[in-house]
């Protein structure tokens, strides 16, 4: 698992459901890396917007045919729960997209490729 995020994350609404799926995750063998990504990474969300989660498994298929994942994570201790959930396809990979109170969390699950080399650009690495 990828260490938890060290950046600091854009809303207060956002935090505390961001730290409770990650300390879910952390315990998740099957998940390699979790990230935010979407509007709020880029300090465009609005208070409405979703909170979007890529998550990286060894098998993503796992998460969608077993749904007590979502109980595990400790929705109680930001005092909300799961209201209901909808699952997307985006090709190689799957989004659950699940309401709790006013916010919503879309997690896309995606496979996992093992280690890859990266390439850096000269200049966009700092």
Do not use: C
Not at 3 to 28: F, K, N, R
Not at 72 to 85: L, R
Request: hydrophobic share 40%; no cysteine; aromatic share 10%.
């Amino acid at each position: 698992m990828a260490s938890p995020m060290e950046a600091s994350l854009p809303g207060p609404q956002v935090d505390p459901i961001v730290e409770v799926v990650l300390a879910w995750a952390t315990a998740q063998t099957k998940l390699r890396a979790v990230a935010l990504v979407g509007s709020h990474t880029r300090g465009a969300a609005r208070r409405d917007f979703d909170i979007d989660l890529m998550l990286l498994a060894t098998n993503p298929e796992r998460f969608r045919t077993d749904t007590t994942w979502v109980a595990h994570i400790d929705w109680h201790a930001i005092g909300t729960h799961p209201e209901k959930w909808m699952d997307e396809e985006y090709g190689a990979a799957w989004s659950r997209r699940i309401w709790v109170s006013d916010s919503s969390v879309e997690f896309t699950f995606a496979p996992f490729l093992g280690r890859t080399q990266t390439h850096q650009t000269p200049g966009l690495d700092k």
